[in-house]
């Protein structure tokens, strides 16, 4: 499926927006152009699902969580950052595990199971894209989703095509 990463990302960002109120989401990107990447979009949706989820569990204290996206020749990548909780650099290595959790008795009142993370992590290496994490106790936690651009759809070039097509529709 030819999904316009964008347009996902932003659809979730405003899910979020919605769904919790109490805290504060910000969008930053470099993104000008419009990339499609070969993924079905309800993974992609999954995975920044999964992602954001954990950022809104994990952050008792401030209440903020950061989403970016940039874009190279080959790739675009999506960063979500949050200023929760933390994971110290010894889990940083295993929480992508099956069943994997940092704090089993604190984390078992916020429900799950260890499984949301391993499960985007295969969702986006199956699609060749990368998943990594960057965290700090106390401090926080960044994960960094890269997935390869299958094409380009420049804003022109789409504007063009939206043109043609309405003219043939009035044709
Ligand atoms: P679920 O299966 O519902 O997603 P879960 O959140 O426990 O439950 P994962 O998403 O796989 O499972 O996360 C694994 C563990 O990694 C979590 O239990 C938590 O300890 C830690 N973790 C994940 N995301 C963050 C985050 N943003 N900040 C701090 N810790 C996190």
Redesign the pocket.
Known sequence: EETPVMRVVNQVFNDFKMIHPDFTFTLDSDVHSNPIVQIYRNHLEQVLI?LL???V???TKRKEIHISASEDTRSVQIAIQ?F????SEE?VKK?FNRF????KAR?RD?????????IAQRLIEGYHGKISLE?SVGY??I?RITLPIDKVETNKQATKEKSKKEKSDNA
């Open positions: 999964i989820d954990n950022a569990k994990y952050s949050d929760g909780e933390g994971i889990d929480v994997y959790r940092v704090d984390s916020k429900g799950g199971n260890g499984l949301g993370l391993s965290s926080g936690s994960f």
